[in-house]
């Protein structure tokens, strides 16, 4: 059973005319899940480790980087776009405001496929996304 057709139910239309925010709130845990299953599947490491290994994959300037580097179609692209001149009124951490910024268009564009169940697309970038952090950090 695919949870998805249970938990969306808000058609394209309607995803379409969502804030970029939201999408990147939505993309946001889709990636860390991937991330954290992808650990837990390929490690044998104890949670606090995984935890700490998982950090480079989600940090804002590893998802920067990631997008800067991933095959995007034009409609991908503009989805990135929003998602990185969203007024957000947070003030990162850890990172440049613009690494801050692509990184919220980056969770945006996996929010937005998670939402309107392209997954398929979905699978491909997270997929893409671990060689080019694992390839980044070799």
Not at 1 to 29: E, F
Not at 60 to 85: M, P, T, Y
Request: aromatic share 10%; proline share 2%; hydrophobic share 35%.
């Amino acid at each position: 059973m695919n949870y998805q057709d249970n938990l969306i139910i808000k058609n394209d239309k309607q995803i379409n005319m969502m804030s970029p925010l939201t999408w990147a709130y939505v993309g946001d845990s889709v990636y860390e899940l991937y991330i954290r299953t992808y650990l837990a599947n390929t490690t044998n490491l104890n949670p606090h480790k995984m935890h700490v290994q998982s950090i480079k994959y989600v940090k804002a300037s590893a998802q920067a980087n990631i997008v800067k580097k991933l095959d995007l179609s034009e409609e991908e692209k503009d989805i990135v776009r929003r998602g990185r001149n969203t007024q957000n009124h947070h003030l990162p951490k850890n990172a440049s405001i613009e690494e801050y910024s692509y990184s919220t268009g980056f969770e945006a564009l996996i929010g937005y496929l998670y939402l309107n169940k392209k997954e398929n697309r979905l699978s491909e970038i997270l997929q893409e996304c671990i060689k080019i952090v694992n390839f980044t950090e070799n």
